[in-house]
């Protein structure tokens, strides 16, 4: 079955209910967003906008698409899979948002994953990012995903309107979350564990610090719990000079490299690294 179009948004300079009308959504008080030929809709007001150019830039956003598209997460990818699929097993009709997904790899496996599973899951995928590139590269890896270029600060989604809310490698809103999931809703967290990419680390920083995932306690409120959490340790192919590269311009870690770093970064080539993340579900308790 193919994904379904969103029918409900906000406006995010009024919250009131935007309507299509044929390549744009309007609200009742005239405020209208051009649908763009990529087939996404950027709700991102100028005034909230702290930079021109906001989220991950282009070359940021081809970078990901490079390195993801080699293989190197691809046990990352089927783990989250496996962990929708179980959460969406009951379900025949599923909303799902990414909030924050970047170039698109993760929600893509998802949908295709849960489709798999079930070819009668009439299944409605959002990706969100406050980046246009990175709403761009979604598009053009899945033309079905709703694409919606907006901030977790304010997601332009319908309160309940969603099943199912990913947030990989991202800037969680746990309120936002909150409010646009559905009574029973889940928010599925991947975080880097405290061995991520040391191997790289020790490269590049004169010190490393191992740090646990973020606590999640202060950010989610009492009606919501953590029902699962497991972490997730592999190795990935040995990666050449040019996927090291790209690892790097994706990460804030070429960055925060010291000039020393960055030159013994740049002479890596054919070394696997360690991934570790933290999957966490959290869920709403009906
Ligand atoms: C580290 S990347 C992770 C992307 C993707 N989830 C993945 O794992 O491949 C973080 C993403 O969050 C986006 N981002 C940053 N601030 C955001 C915000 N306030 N709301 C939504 N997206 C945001 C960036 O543009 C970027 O695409």
């Known amino acids: 079955m193919p994904l379904r179009p969103l029918e409900h948004l906000l406006c995010p300079l009024d919250q009131y209910p935007l309507h299509r009308d044929g390549k744009t959504w309007r609200c009742s008080k005239n ?23 906001p989220g991950d830039s282009q070359i940021m956003i081809a ?10 997460y691809d046990p990352l990818a089927s783990a989250l899979a496996n962990t929708v699929n179980e959460l969406a097993s009951e379900h025949d009709e599923l909303a799902i948002l990414d909030a924050g997904c970047g170039e698109g790899y993760y929600l893509n496996t998802v949908c295709n994953s849960l489709l798999n599973t079930n070819a009668e899951l009439a299944l409605t995928a959002t990706g969100l990012d406050i980046s246009k590139w990175a709403v761009r590269a979604t598009r053009s890896r899945n033309s079905g995903i709703n694409g919606l270029v907006a901030s977790n600060r304010q997601i332009p989604l319908p309160d309940n309107s969603q099943d199912i809310l990913l947030c990989t490698f ?58 699962s959490e497991s972490s997730l340790s592999f190795s990935t192919p040995e990666l050449s000079a040019e996927l090291f590269e790209q690892l790097l311009i994706m990460t804030p870690h070429l960055y925060r490299a010291s000039k020393a770093g960055r030159e013994r970064a740049a002479k890596l080539d054919q070394l696997a690294l360690t991934a570790d993340v933290c999957i966490r579900v959290i869920s709403h308790q009906v």
């Open 170 to 227: 991202g800037f969680p809103v746990f309120s936002e979350f909150q409010r646009v999931l559905k009574p029973g809703g889940h928010i599925v967290m991947v975080d880097p564990g405290a061995e991520h990419l040391i191997e790289l680390r020790q490269q590049i920083y004169e010190e490393i610090r191992r740090s646990p995932p973020a606590s999640l306690a202060a950010g989610i409120n009492t009606e919501w719990h953590i029902s």
């Open 31 to 53: 405020h209208c967003y051009d649908i763009a030929k990529q087939g996404y809709v950027n709700l991102l007001p100028v005034q909230n906008k702290k930079s021109l150019d």
């Open 63 to 72: 970078a990901r698409r490079h390195f993801l598209d080699s293989g190197a």
